[in-house]
């Protein structure tokens, strides 16, 4: 049960983030559907470019594209093994990695939320 707690709370933080980039996108637009538009867009060709299987941009783009971090609440669910190759329970079997992804997601929640409480401050909201 703790494994689909977990994995729902890094799931909340994903979608944190994307609500995070809307958020800091509707702060540029004057009406209502741009940003909604532009961060589906963006949420989509991250993604193709973060499922791109090519070796000089695995190491130099993608570790910084926000949506190859989205996915990490799977690991959640992989478990350790011993040398016979028998599951250990209540084991992870990368835990770093997954607090490396969750800690880059809420970077950006950070990022696009600080960015767009900044800029909003010093719009011109009057005329």
């Not at 509707?26 to 009406?31: E, G, L, R």
């Not at 250990?88 to 970077?107: C, D, M, Q, R, Y």
């Amino acid at each position: 049960m703790w494994r689909y707690l977990a994995a729902f709370a890094y799931a909340t933080a994903a979608l944190t983030t994307v609500a995070s980039l809307a958020f800091l996108l509707s702060v540029f637009a004057d009406n209502s559907i741009g940003p909604i538009v532009s961060t589906i867009s963006i949420v989509i060709v991250f993604t193709i470019l973060s499922e791109l299987q090519i070796p000089l941009y695995d190491r130099t783009v993608k570790p910084y594209l926000f949506t190859s971090h989205m996915l990490g609440w799977k690991g959640f669910f992989y478990l350790k093994t011993d040398a016979e190759g028998i599951s250990i329970p209540g084991t992870i079997e990368n835990l770093p990695a997954v607090l490396k992804s969750l800690g880059i997601l809420l970077a950006y929640i950070c990022l696009f939320t600080g960015s767009a409480m900044f800029i909003f401050k010093r719009k011109d909201i009057l005329s």
